[in-house]
C-alpha cells in the first residue's frame, strides 16, 4: 500500500500542513477506502475557524469520501475489496485523523457505506448526505412519507400534502427537494434570483426569491402547508417564516419548523405562541432509526439506487484540487458559496 497523505489541521484554529500520514486499519464493522474525493462542509469550516467541536488535534475533517475499498475489518459483508463506495464520515465523534475525508485512506463505517457503481466519485460525495433524508423521513423529525424507486403515490393521508424547504439552492436544501418531490410532495422553495432556475430542475413546484419582501405574501397565498424546513436556519430566515406564519394583525398559523442549527443561537427571533423551532438531532446508528437506515442505506436501498438511476439531484459540485488545496476549500466554504459542494481529489496533484 502506498504512504498515506492527509491535510492536517495541526492546532485548533491552526492552518493546515500536509504531510505523510499513517494509514489506520480498520476495527471491526469499519472500512478502509482509498478517497478519490471528499467533500467539504460548513462544519467543517466552523470547526477549523471557530472550534465548535473539541477535537485532538493533529486533526483530518472533511466527508463524505468516495474511492475504492482497500481493506475490511473483521465481521464486514456488506462491500468487497476493490468496490466503488460513498460513505459519511466520523472523525467528529472518534476523534482521530484516521475517521477524516481529507487524506488518501479514510477509515468509515459499514454501516454507512454505499455502493456506487459507475457515479462519479464527485457526484457520489455531493449526494451521499445523510442530513436530508435524516431530516424528511426520520421518526423524530418531520417523518414525511418516504419515497421509493419508481416513484409510487401518496397514500390518501399525505396526497396534496405542501412543503415548505426554505434555501433550496444550499446543499442540503437541494437535495430535500429532490428527496420531497420522488416521494410525492408539493416543494415550495427559496433562493437567490440566479438559483431559481437550480431549484425548477431539482422539480420544486413554486419557487421564490428569499429576498423579495413579496415572497412572504406569496407562500401565504399557498396555504395550507403542513411542512416546514428551514435549511438555513439564521436568524434573519426563520424572522421571514415567522412573517409568513404570523404577519403582524393576523392570527398565527400553527407549525413546526424543523432546522439545521439550533435554535438557541445568539440572535434567534423568539417564536409566536402556536409555533415551535425543531433543531435536527439525527444519529444513523439510533435504534428508532434502524428501519430509516435500511431503507436508505443497505445494499440495493434508497440511496444506492437514487444515485446510480439519476433520481437525486443536489448542487453541483466544484473540484477545487488536491490536498493542497484543502485550506482554500474551507476557506471557500467560510466565506460562503451558493449552489455548489467543494470538493478536494486527495490523489491529484493540482
Ligand atoms: N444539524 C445538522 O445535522 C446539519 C447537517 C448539515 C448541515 N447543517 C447546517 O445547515 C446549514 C446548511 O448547510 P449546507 O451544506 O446546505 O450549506 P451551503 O450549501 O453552504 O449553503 C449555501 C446556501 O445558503 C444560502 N444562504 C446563505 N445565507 C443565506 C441567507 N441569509 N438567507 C437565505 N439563504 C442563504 C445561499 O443561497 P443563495 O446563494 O441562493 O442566496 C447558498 O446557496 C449550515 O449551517 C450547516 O452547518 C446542519
Same mark, same amino acid.
Given at each position: 500500500?502506498?504512504? +498515506?497523505?492527509?491535510?492536517?489541521?495541526?492546532?485548533?484554529?491552526?492552518?493546515?500542513?500536509? !504531510?505523510?500520514?499513517?494509514?489506520?486499519?480498520?476495527?471491526?464493522?469499519?472500512?478502509?477506502?482509498?478517497?478519490?474525493?471528499?467533500?467539504?462542509?460548513?462544519?467543517?469550516?466552523?470547526?477549523?475557524?471557530?472550534?465548535?467541536?473539541?477535537?485532538?488535534?493533529?486533526?483530518?475533517?472533511?466527508?463524505?469520501?468516495?474511492?475504492?475499498?482497500?481493506?475490511?475489518?473483521?465481521?464486514?459483508?456488506?462491500?468487497?475489496?476493490?468496490? &466503488?463506495?460513498?460513505?459519511?464520515?466520523?472523525?467528529?465523534?472518534?476523534?482521530?485523523?484516521?475517521?477524516?475525508?481529507?487524506?488518501?485512506?479514510?477509515?468509515? *463505517?459499514?454501516?454507512?457505506?454505499?455502493?456506487?457503481?459507475?457515479?462519479?466519485?464527485?457526484?457520489?460525495? $455531493?449526494?451521499?448526505?445523510?442530513?436530508?433524508?435524516?431530516?424528511?423521513?426520520?421518526?423524530? $423529525?418531520?417523518?414525511?412519507? !418516504?419515497?421509493?424507486?419508481? =416513484?409510487?403515490?401518496?397514500?390518501?393521508?399525505?396526497?396534496?400534502? /405542501?412543503?415548505?424547504?426554505? @434555501?433550496?439552492?444550499?446543499?442540503?436544501?437541494?437535495?430535500?427537494?429532490?428527496?420531497?418531490? #420522488?416521494?410525492?410532495?408539493?416543494?415550495?422553495?427559496?433562493?437567490?434570483? #440566479?438559483?431559481?432556475?437550480?431549484?425548477?430542475?431539482?422539480?420544486?413546484?413554486?419557487?421564490? *426569491?428569499?429576498?423579495?419582501?413579496? $415572497?412572504?405574501?406569496?407562500?401565504?397565498?399557498?396555504?395550507?402547508?403542513?411542512?416546514?424546513?428551514?435549511?438555513?436556519?439564521?436568524?434573519?430566515?426563520?424572522?421571514?417564516?415567522? /412573517?409568513?406564519?404570523?404577519?403582524?394583525?393576523?392570527?398565527?398559523? %400553527?407549525? +413546526?419548523?424543523?432546522?439545521?442549527?439550533?435554535?438557541?443561537?445568539?440572535?434567534?427571533? #423568539?417564536?409566536?405562541?402556536?409555533?415551535?423551532?425543531?433543531?435536527?438531532?439525527?444519529?444513523?446508528?439510533?435504534?428508532? +432509526?434502524?428501519?430509516?437506515? %435500511?431503507?436508505?442505506?443497505?445494499?440495493?436501498?434508497?440511496?444506492? !439506487?437514487?444515485?446510480?438511476?439519476?433520481?437525486?439531484? @443536489?448542487? &453541483?459540485?466544484?473540484?477545487?484540487?488536491?490536498?493542497?488545496? =484543502?485550506?482554500?476549500?474551507?476557506?471557500?466554504?467560510? /466565506?460562503?458559496?451558493?449552489?455548489?459542494?467543494?470538493?478536494?481529489?486527495?490523489?491529484? *496533484?493540482?
Amino acid at each position: 500500500m502506498t504512504t +498515506n497523505r492527509a491535510a492536517f489541521m495541526e492546532t485548533e484554529k491552526g492552518s493546515f500542513v500536509v !504531510r505523510d500520514a499513517e494509514t489506520m486499519q480498520p476495527g471491526p464493522g469499519e472500512v478502509l477506502v482509498k478517497v478519490h474525493a471528499t467533500a467539504i462542509q460548513p462544519a467543517d469550516a466552523k470547526i477549523a475557524k471557530f472550534a465548535v467541536l473539541k477535537m485532538e488535534y493533529p486533526s483530518v475533517f472533511g466527508g463524505p469520501v468516495a474511492g475504492f475499498v482497500e481493506a475490511l475489518g473483521e465481521g464486514v459483508k456488506k462491500v468487497a475489496v476493490g468496490e &466503488p463506495v460513498v460513505s459519511g464520515t466520523k472523525f467528529y465523534v472518534h476523534k482521530k485523523a484516521g475517521y477524516g475525508g481529507l487524506q488518501r485512506f479514510a477509515v468509515v *463505517d459499514e454501516s454507512e457505506i454505499v455502493e456506487i457503481g459507475d457515479v462519479s466519485f464527485t457526484d457520489a460525495v $455531493t449526494l451521499a448526505s445523510y442530513t436530508p433524508p435524516g431530516a424528511l423521513f426520520g421518526a423524530s $423529525t418531520l417523518h414525511l412519507h !418516504r419515497p421509493t424507486i419508481p =416513484a409510487s403515490p401518496l397514500p390518501a393521508s399525505e396526497q396534496g400534502k /405542501k412543503i415548505l424547504i426554505w @434555501g433550496g439552492s444550499s446543499a442540503m436544501g437541494a437535495l430535500s427537494i429532490s428527496y420531497a418531490k #420522488q416521494a410525492g410532495y408539493t416543494v415550495i422553495s427559496t433562493s437567490s434570483p #440566479q438559483n431559481l432556475s437550480l431549484l425548477r430542475s431539482l422539480g420544486a413546484d413554486h419557487v421564490f *426569491d428569499h429576498s423579495d419582501p413579496s $415572497t412572504v405574501d406569496s407562500i401565504r397565498a399557498l396555504f395550507p402547508i403542513d411542512y416546514w424546513f428551514d435549511c438555513i436556519s439564521l436568524p434573519a430566515t426563520v424572522s421571514t417564516i415567522f /412573517k409568513i406564519l404570523a404577519p403582524e394583525g393576523s392570527p398565527v398559523t %400553527k407549525a +413546526n419548523i424543523l432546522m439545521l442549527l439550533p435554535p438557541s443561537m445568539p440572535g434567534m427571533p #423568539q417564536p409566536p405562541e402556536g409555533v415551535t423551532l425543531q433543531f435536527h438531532r439525527f444519529s444513523t446508528h439510533a435504534p428508532e +432509526n434502524a428501519d430509516w437506515a %435500511k431503507w436508505l442505506l443497505a445494499r440495493g436501498g434508497f440511496l444506492e !439506487r437514487g444515485m446510480k438511476e439519476g433520481v437525486l439531484k @443536489g448542487v &453541483p459540485a466544484e473540484v477545487v484540487g488536491g490536498l493542497e488545496k =484543502a485550506e482554500e476549500g474551507i476557506e471557500r466554504v467560510h /466565506k460562503g458559496v451558493s449552489a455548489k459542494k467543494i470538493v478536494v481529489e486527495p490523489w491529484s *496533484d493540482c
